[in-house]
């Protein structure tokens, strides 16, 4: 049977202007009964996993399961709540053995390239299991992300002991994605050693990845900024260690003095961490160079910090921002939940649009109808 000439194509046209043609559709049957050997019944749907099957999975580091338990805890769905929360309660004594970096710098420093080539190197030269938490900003418009962070790492995603999780950053200002702390327990469950977390390339307001992880690193570019902008009070206050990429090619000098100009900066700046001076330096995803000894300094960072006990105070500090976020965002949910407060906001938000009423009005006026 020769092809058709699609349905699209006007009467008459050329056929060497329009090339296009439907082949016809293959006869899978050996004949025209029935044939047991072709189903044709729609592909029956993953069998849903209880929480043993969960926590068993996530212990034996089986990353099908793992990337299945990340989604169950950043589903909004109430329906995998309770499910999600008894699973973290469950992997919690299993949790708090790896070493956390937080990775930040304004998009386009190369953040990506050099966690694929800083990760590669921990997994094949150090034999450390790592997990990467990379976090896409979502669209003001459609809510949607890219989620491509994996796919641009695709020699560390190669690596046997290597994770790479994308998350939609979903709104939350911090560069970091809402529930990116419960993502970090199931990791540490796993037995990941290393856990890094890429945020979305943050400014100097955007820093809550500071509060989550041990060793917070601010990657730069030689042409960013100049020495005023860096003593201005903001995320560079809060790096542990600065390191000017894309030291290669033509860029070399330019790196060089700005590593010199962000050391003087630093040099004014308190440290964030008590006894630990912040180093700047400078590296090249691309070339590898100054990535293993960038390495060596951040390992001698966590071994002087449990030292002098200092890391078990940070985790602990961490442990109650996480209550006090994860206290906010319980009491929005029920708040949202309470019978007629979607009626009421609706309400006052044609109120406000109307001119009726102040918006500082409405909330007092809902909060008070909401909580009687």
Known sequence: MENKTPEWVPDGADKKLFASSVMPGLNLRKDEAHDDTISWKPRPKRRELSLEDYKEGVLSCNKTILARAITLIESNSDAHFEKAQELLASLLPYSGKSFRIGITGVPGAGKSTFI????????KEFGKKVAVLAVDPSSTITGG???GDKTRMENLSRCENAFIRPSPSGGVLGGVARKSRETMLLCEAAGYEIILVETVGVGQSEVTVRSMTDFFLLIQLA???????????????????????KCDGNMVERSN??????AGVLHYLNSPTPGWTPFCDVCSAYTGKGIREAWERIDGFRAMMEKSGFFARRRASQKIEWFK????????RRFYHIPGV????????K????????????????LDSATK
Do not use: P, W
Request: with cysteine.
């Open 342 to 349: 979607k009626d009421m906001i609706s309400h006052y938000t």
């Open 145 to 147: 992300s890219i989620l």
């Open 223 to 245: 042409a960013q900024g100049d020495e005023l902008q860096g003593i201005k009070k903001g995320v560079i206050e809060l790096a542990d260690a600065i390191l000017v990429n």
């Open 116 to 123: 694929e080539a800083f990760g590669t190197m921990l997994c």
């Open 257 to 262: 003095l700005k590593r010199a100009e962000l």
């Open 325 to 332: 976020a994860l206290m906010e965002d319980e009491i929005l």
């Open 351 to 366: 109120l406000i649009s109307d001119g009726a009423i102040t918006a500082a009005s409405a909330v007092k006026n809902l």
